[in-house]
Each structure stands twice: as C-alpha cells, then as structure tokens.
C-alpha cells in the first residue's frame, strides 16, 4: 500500500508539472542561459529534479543529454570520432569524468533513450562524488558508469572472469551483500578505432534494504583506457528486459571512453571560489 501510494504521489507530481503547474526551475547545465520558459520535457525534468532530491540525489546535477550538433563539435575539438547518427528517440551524452583532484580525467560518450534523467558527478570541498548516470528510475532502467581502478588491461586477453568481476564491482559500490545469484550470459568483444569493448549480457538478484529481492537483467560494456578499467552497464527488472533490451543494448554498444589528450583544470579545494571555476568541455 505504501509503494502504491508513493508511485502515485510520483505520478501526480510529473502531471502536475508537465502542465506547469508548478514554477519553473533553472536546470544545472554548463553554458546553459537562465531557463525562460519551459515546454513539456523541461517541465518533466524539473519535475524528476525535485524527486530526484526525495531520493538521494540532491548532491547531483540532473539534465536531459545534449543535442548531437553540440556534442560532435565538442568531440572535434578534442580531435576524437564523431558520433554519425542517432537511433530515434535517443540522446547523445558526453560528459567529464574526474574534474576533481582525487580523480583520473575521462571523457565519457554514450547513448539513452531520450526521457531519461542524466545525474552528473558532484564536486565539494572533500573532492568529486557520485557517478555519470542515465535513467528512467521509477521503472528501474538505468545505464551507469563505473571505474575500477585496477590498472591498464588489454581487454581482447582477459577471461570470462575478468568481465564477471568488473561488473561485480560496478553494481556492489554499496557493498557486497547487495546482490546474489549473479551469472554472465553471453560476452562478445566490439573493436572501435584502436579500442577494445566487451559487451556482455548478464543478470542478478538485488537485495534491497527492505528485504525484498529483486531479479535484474542487463547489457555491460567493459573496457581499458588510462589507468584503470571502465565499465559502463545498463539494467533492469527482469519482467522489462523483454521491452527494454535493445535499449539496453543500444547504451552499452555506443559507450566510449578516452584518457590520452582529456585536460582540464583541476578544481582547486582550498580555492572558496572554486564553484564558479569548475571545468568545463570544449
């Protein structure tokens, strides 16, 4: 009755502001001028801002993905691959990873589906916090990024193991006891440019706080640039993956990531202005 109850408050909340029923709200996007106006979809992400802060990510900034024009002129600036085309009804995100000083510099591309919320790591005084993340979160489908710092691989020499633990790593940051029954169902290596990606299906059980378990079906990508190992996988309940896979899929085959030639001008913590000097893409 109570989880009736809040999906319901949820769903009130974002009809409510798909028809402006609440007041606007800037949202949190670098370069961005001052919101004016908004049409249905920024009425709805300032919506899931609000919600997004009832559960957890307060501490974040949240906004939809930018457009492909803007991302491939970013993408050539730093003289990388751009992206040639866009699946309908998908966004193109590219965002730094690292722009604090107790983390390596990434920069990190892929694609979701055009109404997920994206949710951007966090810069304080105790360093950069939180993670790159796209999801539908009412609904569990969500594709996130992970680095496990275990040094440079090469992926094309690495075991069914090796993916089994880098994924194992991505979805336990809270902690071991949080998942069971974990098993890789299928793994095939992608080749993009000169860089290796293992795609990988695979699925779980979550442990929830309450109790609960929960049966979770995914689509991993897991490669090697820098210093370290990066993952980024995309999940949900098992009863959606049927709908939802090639979604998924589409999350997991178009995530890229690159170390050599990403520099930028680490936040300065003993700077009390370092707010307005945070780094910004090209």
């Known amino acids: ?44 992400t300032t919506s899931a801002v609000g919600l997004a802060g009832l559960f957890g990510f307060s501490g974040q900034a949240l906004a939809f993905g930018g457009k ?17 085309s866009v699946p309908d009804g998908f966004s193109p995100l590219l965002e730094l990873y690292g722009t604090g000083q107790n983390r390596d510099t990434l920069l990190v591309e892929f694609l979701h589906p055009s109404d997920w919320i994206v949710v951007k790591p966090n810069n304080d005084v105790n360093g950069e916090d939180g993670t790159i993340q796209a999801g539908e979160y009412a609904k569990g489908d969500t594709a996130t990024f992970f680095v496990w710092d275990t040094g440079k691989k090469k992926i094309e020499d690495q075991d069914k193991d090796f993916f089994a633990s880098a994924i194992k790593k991505a979805i336990s940051q809270k902690g071991d006891n949080v998942y069971q029954d974990f098993k890789i169902i299928n793994t095939e290596l992608q080749q993009h440019e000169a860089q290796t990606y293992g795609i990988v299906d695979f699925k779980y059980v979550l442990l929830t706080g309450a109790g609960f ?27 959606r993956f049927k709908k939802t896979k090639e979604q998924l899929r589409v999350c997991a085959e178009s995530f890229r990531v690159y170390a050599d030639g990403i520099k930028v001008n680490k936040i300065d913590y003993n700077d009390k202005d370092f707010e307005v000097k945070k780094p910004a893409l090209k």
Do not use: H
């Not at 492909?68 to 040639?84: D, E, R």
């Not at 378990?213 to 009863?239: D, M, P, Y």
């Open 68 to 84: 492909l024009k803007s991302v491939n002129s970013q993408l050539a600036a730093y003289g990388l691959p751009q992206i040639s």
């Open 213 to 239: 378990e929960v049966e979770r079906r995914g689509v991993a990508s897991v490669t090697s640039e820098g210093n370290g190992v990066q993952v980024l996988w995309a999940a949900t309940i098992s009863a």
């Open 1 to 44: 009755m109570i989880r009736l109850r809040l999906l319901l408050i949820i769903s009130a909340a974002c009809n409510a502001a798909a028809f402006n029923l609440f007041p606007p709200a800037p949202l949190e996007q670098a370069g961005a001028k001052a919101v004016q106006s908004l049409d249905r979809r920024q009425a709805l």
